[in-house]
């Protein structure tokens, strides 16, 4: 069966070309050990014009000594990045 995320993913997909019809949207699941690089490379080779991501809400002590993959992506990367926040 699918992950829970994926099922999350579609929903939003079909979401996004419901109300953005003339947009050319396509949503991706990318999961790994370094998510940082498998962004870069997929971005490179799709030629990305938008990273939307999901940030989860987390405690100050793991906030001040891990940043978030959204900001890693915003400080390192070329590509534009929508981040929603996660409930």
Known sequence: GQSW??????ALS???KSVHSG?????H?????????????FARNNNINLLALT???RGFFFR?????????????GDTP??????R
């Open 14 to 16: 079909d979401y996004l």
């Open 64 to 76: 001040l000594f891990n940043p978030s993959l959204a900001q890693k992506i915003i400080i390192q």
């Open 81 to 86: 990045v929508l981040v929603f926040r996660s």
């Open 29 to 41: 699941l990318l999961e790994g050990e370094d998510i940082l690089k498998q962004l870069d490379i």
């Open 55 to 57: 940030k989860r809400k």
């Open 5 to 10: 995320d994926s099922i999350k993913m579609e």
């Open 23 to 27: 947009l050319d949207v396509s949503c």
